[in-house]
Structure formats: structure tokens, C-alpha cells
């Protein structure tokens, strides 16, 4: 028999939405337990998912296909056709993990919940993910506050199922670790967010996603289209704050997905506390 769950230690805030339902959060920390649990290298357990649960996936899974389809870029439909999840059940990160990691050499582990920005990133640069595995609340689908597996694994996982990504991921966490000043990790994840998590890029005469936040977003990868959208420009990203709470008001866009990989790869690769120095001086 598993060991029972200290009620306090995976405490949800009041607004959440499953905040009132004591079955899903008794399950969700059941869930949050196999990631704490986890150390890397370890088979990934598996996790029970309720019907509900298969069910929030399946109807969520399916409108972001089809939405894909129209609006994501190019390159991530190419990760998406490789890794083919499932559509019907939520997945497990065990299957997931051994799909990515055939794919493009990049694991998926479980975590409890949100990690630490350095502990998040640094993993990256060993082409590890750390993704949490509960899923969002039956009684709204298309709405979480806080990342979940919708957006871990469609968001993030089918990316990392392209080369091109997960190479670029991969540079992106080599960046993080020789951001050793706050500062510096602080504007690294400034043009993490505004690329990797919501970037768009012009592709095909028009605005196509290929940052996660967007591509997981059943809301938001529509009305995008009504933010400011604005030209590719480091040091705009670097300086322009963000809530993560709300629809992304301003966007940046590159002129052509060869654009952002090429300034992306050269941007990270050389990327330290002095460059973000130089960066800033550019003001
Ligand atoms: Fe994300």
C-alpha cells in the first residue's frame, strides 16, 4: 500500500481550480509524489489517471490537433507526426521518455511541481526535461494556471521530438549554467519565454507558433493573433516584462523560422554574464 500523502505538502492556492475537490487533490498529490520520488536514471513509474482525467485529455488533445494544423510552424508538426501520442488516455512520461529519447537522444523525467530556474534549465544542457505529470482539473479543460502535462508533453514534448529543437533546447541549457548573476539568468528567461515558450515566426505568408505556452494553449494559440506583435529583437525580449497569468499581450516575431534558429543557436551559444552585460548596453 502506498504511504499516505501529508495533506500540506503539495497545497494548492484557493483559486486554483480543483482547490474544492478533495479527490483530485488527494490524486494530484499522489502524482506529485512519483516525481519527488524520482531520481534520475530510475524507470519512470507509471501514474493512475482517473476517466476524468483521460477524458481532459482527449478532448483537449484533440482541439489542439486540429489547431495545430493552422496555426503551429512547420518544424513542430514534424516533431508532433515522429512522436504520435496518444489521443484517447493521458500518457505516461515512461512512454513519452522512451519515444523522445529514441527520437533525438532527449529524456523526459517527472518532477513534483515547479523547480528551481537553474535546477529547470540547467537540465536542458544534459538534454533532460523535467516535466510534472498531473493534468489540469476536469471543469476547465482549456485552462490551467500552472504548467501541467497538456503543456509538458504536447507543448514541450512533441518540440523535443524534432532534432532541430532539441538541439536548440540543448544550447539553450548550456546558456543557462554560465548565467551565474541574477541578472543574467533573469534576461536568459526573458528570451526563453518570448521564444521557446512564446514564439511566433512568420512561415508561409503568415504568423505560425513554435513557442510551447501557444502551441498547448487551447485559448491562446488563437488569440495570439490579437496581440502586439512585434518585430524579432533580442534586446526588446530581454528588457520587455511578462505575467504568466494572462494572455500574452506583446509577441515577437522572427521574420522566418531559419531567422530564429540561427540568431536563437548564435545568441545562446555564446551567451555568459558578459554577454548579457553587452546586451544590456545596447539601450
Ligand atoms: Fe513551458
Known amino acids: 500500500m502506498a504511504a499516505p500523502i501529508a495533506p500540506s505538502r503539495f497545497e494548492l492556492p ?126 476547465v479543460p482549456f485552462y490551467t494556471p500552472e504548467p501541467d502535462i497538456v503543456h509538458e508533453i504536447i507543448g514541450h514534448a512533441n518540440m523535443l521530438a524534432s532534432p532541430v529543437f532539441a538541439d536548440l533546447y540543448e544550447v539553450a541549457g548550456q546558456a543557462s549554467l554560465r548565467a551565474t548573476t541574477d541578472i543574467s539568468l533573469d534576461v536568459f528567461s526573458r528570451i526563453f519565454w518570448f521564444t521557446l515558450e512564446f514564439g511566433v515566426v512568420h512561415e508561409d505568408g503568415a504568423v505560425k507558433a513554435y513557442g510551447a505556452g501557444l502551441l498547448s494553449s487551447y485559448g491562446e494559440i488563437e488569440a495570439f493573433h490579437d496581440a502586439e506583435i512585434r518585430p524579432w529583437d533580442l534586446f526588446a525580449m530581454a528588457t520587455q516584462d511578462y505575467d504568466i497569468t494572462h494572455y500574452q499581450p506583446v509577441l515577437f516575431a522572427a521574420a522566418s523560422f531559419q531567422q530564429m534558429l540561427t540568431d536563437l543557436h548564435a545568441f545562446f551559444s555564446s551567451y555568459d554574464d558578459k554577454a548579457c552585460d553587452q546586451l544590456l548596453a545596447q539601450q
Do not use: M
Open 14 to 139: 484557493e483559486d486554483h481550480p480543483g482547490f474544492s475537490d478533495p479527490a483530485y487533490r488527494a490524486r494530484r498529490a499522489r502524482i506529485a509524489e512519483v516525481g519527488a520520488a524520482y531520481r534520475r536514471g530510475d524507470p519512470i513509474p507509471d501514474v493512475t489517471y482517473s476517466a476524468e482525467e483521460d477524458e481532459v485529455w482527449r478532448v483537449v488533445s484533440t482541439e489542439l490537433a486540429s489547431k495545430h494544423r493552422k496555426y503551429a510552424c512547420g518544424e513542430y508538426l514534424v516533431g508532433a507526426d515522429r512522436l504520435v501520442l496518444p489521443t484517447q488516455r493521458v500518457p505516461q512520461l515512461r512512454e513519452v521518455d522512451e519515444r523522445v529519447h529514441g527520437l533525438t537522444g532527449f529524456h523526459i523525467n517527472p518532477v513534483p511541481g515547479l523547480v528551481p530556474t537553474r535546477t529547470f534549465y540547467g537540465s536542458l544542457a544534459e538534454r533532460t526535461f523535467l516535466s510534472t505529470q498531473y493534468i489540469r482539473h476536469h471543469s
